[in-house]
Structures are given as structure tokens and as C-alpha cells.
């Protein structure tokens, strides 16, 4: 192995760290980017006649941003999917070393691929190429424009409009390396016969005569700094990313109170509405290819456009009558008639009673859909490195027995595999590393459909003076998804050709016919994971929720007090990743808290507000999945609870501004530590980002002007 000088990185806990090859896999990350955003928000009415009025709206922003992260850590296996790489190269029929390489290392390397030249593998960070950079900007707009009104003495408010909205973003990247260049840059030999005509024979130039053609320049990848100006021009990839997004939408909507009946007016909604959406992603042509050290992305085209009608209604059956100081049914029914996975139908139905004024329950039963989005369907092929698989045909032989020794004996290349090692199938290092795949979007797609379930109950006790303000609520939820849109696991997908033989599963396998440089005849060489609907989700909970209000007049006349409290408590949650596999309860790990508490007290009087809001967050767990696989119990590795507060305060000196002064994180509540490489870890923060406060205590100010 080769590597350059090993550099010493601190890390956003003031740790260093070291790779495998003697380089920093993670030299240092950037936890939050500088963003500048502008944003424009218009609206205006104009009344055409008593009952007419047109509406118009408009918003635009743009957002600007950019980040930085350490240099690319480059491997040899990002140049040639063996990682070997040749320090020799035949000219007129002898082996001729590159003259780049220093002695000891040629001395040591052997011919590990059988080609007849000896070969290293290496890796460094290229700290010559710089950081890997990128500079974004986005635009968005949207304009609505509409007609609304009144209907049948104003028991009918309608509306019709359309809305027309544009996303575009253009982004530029820098730091990945050209991978077909710097192959042929690493294959130098001597200029015996001045080719490049500088009047030298001495020096080194690329063996490849094309490659010269077009302007190859030997690397030197032993030693920090080592890689010139010239050969960095040579193997930089500057990449793009170009995304164009919009959605169309006409609308009408007639809403009102039919008729009345004797405990209310009976209240209908209906409406219909057309929605066109257009996505297309672009990258640039190394980025498809894969040919920028890092894995292939396809370029991503599509659209849809689907047609809906509604109708809700609000039927009061009870009111003011013993038992029965309310009682009001509902219910609500869409249809939805997509152009990619056809018609499909949603519908709620509800009812409240209150037995007495202070007292009221709820419930709801629905069922809903969530058609696949553009990405989902039109995504193509992006490829990726799985690890950790296992083969199940890795050991068989040419006598064992049974229907998964069969499958795999029936699969290409096992046959000269096993000739070729004794009758029995063997894999080497770089067979399980060499595996890849493709993950894709699927144009067959159908619905996520879900059925959802609530029950509650409301407490108002308005005929006790004290407690006429407060309002408290507990509310029972239970939500499961089937048809839910995933891609099958690889080492799922394995199980099931060869040990189950589903022929779905083994079309998405494909074996090596040959031995291919250090792969074996037989190996896996791609697994594909399409999107399917096969998968299913369900949460199960109970949400708690107190508020309080009051004036303060015996204290501070003039100021007011309000409070409010709210506790999410998990009782279940689970998904099932693909088809036929087993529940995966996610209640109490990293993000989903098994117990979250969020609680806001505020004082205000006409010119000033104080606010304190704060947020409890119960002791969580690592992945279940992960720690079964490594021998330990559920809550083998946990973090403990965590509690932020936040505080602003306002002052309103007219009724045309507004200042505000505020922090966040006021006690300065650190985040707590998740080990690198577990599940929830967040690459360069050493925890949960996107769950915990990562920033620490933190202040802003701002103006709010209204014209």
C-alpha cells in the first residue's frame, strides 16, 4: 500500500481520526452553510362587484448558498474496481516501470491479477485537488390569480383560480476527480524518445499516445503535495446539477350552509381541482457515467397530471337537549383520477358529542392515498456499493443437496467456479467487495393507501370561573400504511431467489459469466433494487394538550398570561422494509422519542411580549437492527433525555413595526454524543443532527413592518 504524508485532523470535538490506508477518512465537515435568501410576497384584492372580488398573489425568492467539505478521499478501487493498479506498463512487449514510483515500493509490489505486472493499491486524500466545494442558487416563483365571492344571500362563499408555480436551481461542484484521466495519468513511463518533443529524455510522460493527444499529464500520488498544478488541471471534474420543477393548478370551490335543521345549519363543501406537475434533474455527463469517483446518477425526466372532485358535509343531529349538548356527524370523500396509477378514492367520516357544554368527544375514521411522485416513477438506474452481503451459494458443492444448492449451481459462471476450486464455490475478498447495484424508480407504481383511526376527548369547564380559560385534550391515534413505496433489502432480495426461488427477486441478480480482473467466474456482480410497493408503516399514540389563559390585571393591568402544553407519548411504531419481511419497531429510538413534551408561558400587553418555549425530548435508543446484528439487547446503547428552552421578546411600539429580540438554546443544552458509524449518527457532528441542537445557545434580532 501506498499513502501519502498522514495529516492530523481535529475534529468538531477536538478528536483526530485516522483511515485504514493511514489518511483521515473525515478531515473535517461543515454542520451548517452560509444561505442568503430574499424573499417577495404580494397580495391584492379588487372588488369588481358587491358580491364579485378578484385576488391576486404573487411570491418570489431566491436562495443563495454554498459549503465546503474536506478533500476527496481517494482509493485506488475508485480508479479500477479491483484497486489494482499497474506500476508497470508493456512497451514493445517489456514491462517498463513508472518511473513516479519510488524504489521500496516497487520492490515490494508483486503481479497480484496475473497480468504479468506488478500491481499496488493505494489511498490519499488529495488534498492538492482541494475542498470539495459546490455553490448553489435556487429560484422559486408563484402567482395566483382568481375570481371569488358570494352566493344565495351570502349563505355560499365560491372561489376559482389558477396557480402556476417554477422551481429552478443551478449547482456547481468542484473537488471529484476525472477517473478515465487519472488512469491514464498514473500510467507513466520514461520519454527515451522526446514524444512530447522538449527536448528531454528523462522525463515522464503518459503512456497512452491518445491520452497525450488530449493532453495527459503524469501523476504522482506518493508523497503530500506531490501532484502537480499541471496534472490537477488534468484530472479536475468540475460537476453541475440542474433541476427545473413546476406545478399548474386550476381550482374551484363552493362551500356554505344547505338548509338549516333544528340543531344547525347543515354546512357542504365541493369542489374540483387539475394539477399538472413537471420535474426534470440533469447532471453532468461524468456524473451519469459514474466517472467521477463516485457511484453513476441518472438524469431524472417526468410528469403527471391528475383530476379531483370533493364534497364534504357537517350534519348537526342533536343540540341543546339532555345528554346532548351537541351532536354533529361528518363526512368527506375525494376522488382522484391520476394520469400514472389510475383512479383512486379517499374518504373521512367523524363525529363530535357533547354531552354537556364542558365536555366534548371526538372521532375520525379515514382512509387515505399518497400516489407515487416523479422521482418514484422516472427515477433511473443510480448506481451504488453495497456491503455487508452475504452470498448463499458462497460454499456449496458440486454434491450438496437440496433447491438452494440447485439455484445456485443453475446460475451463470458457478459452474466454471466450481471447476475451477476443487468442486466447491469460493469467493475472494475483493468478490464480496465487488459487488454493485442499481437503485431505480418504477413506472409501475401504485398508491401508498393508509387507514387511520382517532378518538378524543375535549374538557372546557366553563361554568367554574377559575378554570373558564383552560381547555385540556387528550386524543388517540392509530395510523397504518400498506402499499407503501420501498425498495427491497439486497440481502433480502439474495434470501429469496436462492432460498425461497422467487423468480422476481432473481431477475434483479446477475453473476459474473467470467472471471473479470480479480472477480471470480460465478460472483455477484449486480443486485438491483427497484422501488415496489411491498412495504407498510404503522404508529400508534396517544397526544396530550393543556392551554391556559388569563388576564394579570391584579398584577400587571393591562398584561395577559397564556400557557400551553403539549405531550406526544408512542405507544407502537413499526415498518415492514419490503414484502414477506419481518417488523422493524421504531418507538423510542434516535427521532422518534418515545415521550416528547413541548410547553410554551408568555406575558404580552399591547407594546411588549415575553416568551419562554421549551422542549423535552425522553431518553432514545440506537436502531434495534443494528444492535441485534452485533449480539446486544434493545437498549444496549442509548442517550439520555434532553431539554431546550428558547425565549424571545417583542416590542410593539406602533402598530406598523414591530422589533424582536430572541435567543435559542438558552441554557446551552448540549447535544449528546452518538458514536460514529451507528444509525443515527450525523457524518461530522458526532450525534443526531437533524433531532438534536447541534449550535448551542444562539441569538437573533429582526424588524417586522407593515404597510
Not at 378578484?54 to 411570491?59: L, R, S
Not at 484530472?235 to 333544528?262: C, H, R, W
Not at 385540556?472 to 425461497?500: E, G, M, T
Amino acid at each position: 500500500y501506498a499513502s501519502n504524508v498522514t495529516p492530523t485532523c481535529t475534529g468538531v470535538n477536538g478528536g483526530t481520526a485516522s483511515g485504514p490506508f493511514g489518511f483521515n477518512r473525515q478531515q473535517f465537515r461543515t454542520l451548517a452553510v452560509p444561505v442568503e435568501r430574499y424573499v417577495l410576497a404580494t397580495r391584492g384584492t379588487f372588488d369588481l362587484t358587491d358580491n364579485i372580488g378578484a385576488f391576486v398573489e404573487g411570491t418570489f425568492v431566491k436562495t443563495s448558498s454554498s459549503r465546503a467539505i474536506e478533500p476527496f478521499a481517494l482509493d485506488s478501487s475508485d480508479i479500477i474496481p479491483s484497486g489494482l493498479i499497474p506500476i508497470e506498463t508493456l512497451v514493445n512487449g517489456v514491462a517498463v516501470l513508472n518511473p513516479l514510483v519510488p524504489g521500496p515500493i516497487a520492490a515490494a509490489a508483486v503481479d497480484e491479477d496475473g497480468d504479468g505486472l506488478r500491481d499496488i493499491l493505494f489511498a490519499r486524500r488529495l488534498t492538492e485537488v482541494g475542498t470539495r466545494s459546490s455553490e448553489s442558487t435556487r429560484d422559486f416563483f408563484r402567482t395566483v390569480v382568481g375570481l371569488e365571492g358570494k352566493l344565495f344571500n351570502n349563505r355560499f362563499s365560491w372561489d376559482v383560480s389558477y396557480n402556476y408555480g417554477q422551481t429552478t436551481e443551478s449547482q456547481t461542484s468542484n473537488g471529484q476527480v476525472n477517473v478515465l484521466n487519472f488512469r491514464s495519468a498514473l500510467a507513466g513511463v520514461p520519454d527515451v524518445n522526446d514524444v512530447n518533443n522538449n527536448g528531454s529524455t528523462t522525463d515522464v510522460v503518459c503512456a497512452d499516445p491518445v491520452a497525450r493527444a488530449l493532453g495527459c499529464v503524469p501523476i504522482n500520488v506518493f508523497g503530500q503535495g506531490s501532484i502537480t498544478p499541471e496534472a490537477l488541471r488534468y484530472i479536475n471534474a468540475e460537476g453541475s446539477y440542474n433541476v427545473k420543477i413546476t406545478q399548474q393548478v386550476a381550482s374551484a370551490n363552493l362551500s356554505g350552509s344547505l338548509i338549516d335543521l333544528p340543531a344547525g345549519p347543515l354546512g357542504i363543501a365541493v369542489g374540483a381541482e387539475y394539477r399538472k406537475e413537471t420535474s426534470r434533474e440533469d447532471l453532468d455527463a461524468l456524473t451519469n457515467a459514474g466517472l467521477n469517483a463516485g457511484n453513476a446518477l441518472p438524469d431524472t425526466r417526468g410528469s403527471f397530471n391528475v383530476k379531483e372532485a370533493f364534497a364534504e358535509v357537517n350534519v348537526p343531529i342533536l343540540a341543546d337537549m339532555a345528554f346532548f349538548h351537541s351532536l354533529n356527524l361528518r363526512a368527506a370523500g375525494r376522488i382522484s383520477d391520476y394520469s400514472t396509477v389510475g383512479s383512486v378514492k379517499t374518504y373521512s367520516l367523524g363525529a363530535d358529542w357533547a354531552p354537556i357544554e364542558a365536555v366534548r368527544f371526538r372521532g375520525t375514521y379515514a382512509r387515505a392515498t399518497r400516489a407515487p411522485n416523479i422521482g418514484e416513477l422516472f427515477t433511473g438506474p443510480s448506481q451504488t456499493f453495497p456491503s455487508g452481503l452475504a452470498d448463499p451459494c458462497e460454499g456449496i458443492t458440486l454434491t450438496t443437496t437440496g433447491a438452494l444448492a440447485d439455484r445456485c449451481r443453475a446460475a451463470t459462471g458457478v459452474a466454471t467456479n466450481l471447476a475451477a476450486n476443487g468442486g466447491t464455490f469460493t469467493l475472494t475478498q475483493a468478490d464480496q467487495q465487488g459487488i454493485s447495484g442499481f437503485n431505480s424508480g418504477n413506472p409501475n407504481l401504485d398508491a401508498e393507501r393508509s387507514r387511520s383511526i382517532t378518538a378524543g376527548v375535549v374538557i372546557n369547564p366553563r361554568s367554574i370561573a377559575a378554570l373558564r380559560n383552560l381547555v385540556l385534550s387528550a386524543d388517540y391515534y392509530n395510523i397504518k400504511v400498506s402499499d407503501s413505496i420501498v425498495s427491497a433489502p439486497r440481502q433480502f432480495i439474495l434470501n429469496q431467489c436462492y432460498q425461497q426461488g422467487v423468480a422476481e427477486f432473481c431477475n434483479l441478480i446477475t453473476r459474473r459469466a467470467a472471471a473479470t480482473g480479480s472477480n471470480s467466474a460465478g460472483s455477484l456482480e449486480f443486485i438491483d433494487a427497484p422501488l415496489v410497493n411491498g412495504g407498510a408503516l404503522k404508529v400508534e399514540g396517544i397526544d396530550f394538550v393543556a392551554a391556559y389563559r388569563t388576564g394579570l390585571g391584579g398584577l400587571l393591568p393591562g398584561w395577559n398570561a397564556n400557557a400551553r402544553l403539549a405531550w406526544t407519548h408512542i405507544l407502537d411504531a413499526y415498518v415492514v422494509p419490503s414484502p414477506g419481511a419481518p417488523k422493524d419497531p421504531f418507538d423510542g429510538e434516535i427521532g422518534t422519542a418515545k415521550d416528547r413534551v413541548n410547553g410554551t408561558i408568555a406575558v404580552s400587553n399591547s407594546k411588549v411580549g415575553l416568551s419562554f418555549t421549551g422542549t423535552w425530548i425522553s431518553r432514545s435508543y440506537e436502531d434495534d437492527q443494528f444492535l441485534a446484528q452485533r449480539g446486544l439487547d434493545d437498549d444496549a446503547i442509548s442517550v439520555p433525555s434532553r431539554f431546550y428552552l428558547d425565549s424571545q421578546v417583542t416590542f410593539t411600539p406602533t402598530k406598523q413595526y414591530e422589533l424582536f429580540l430572541g435567543v435559542d438554546n438558552l441554557l446551552d443544552t448540549k447535544a449528546p454524543v452518538i458514536l460514529s458509524g451507528t444509525t443515527f449518527n450525523t457524518t461530522g457532528s458526532d450525534t443526531a443532527a437533524d433531532v438534536y441542537d447541534i449550535f448551542g445557545r444562539r441569538y437573533y434580532a429582526g424588524v417586522r413592518l407593515r404597510f
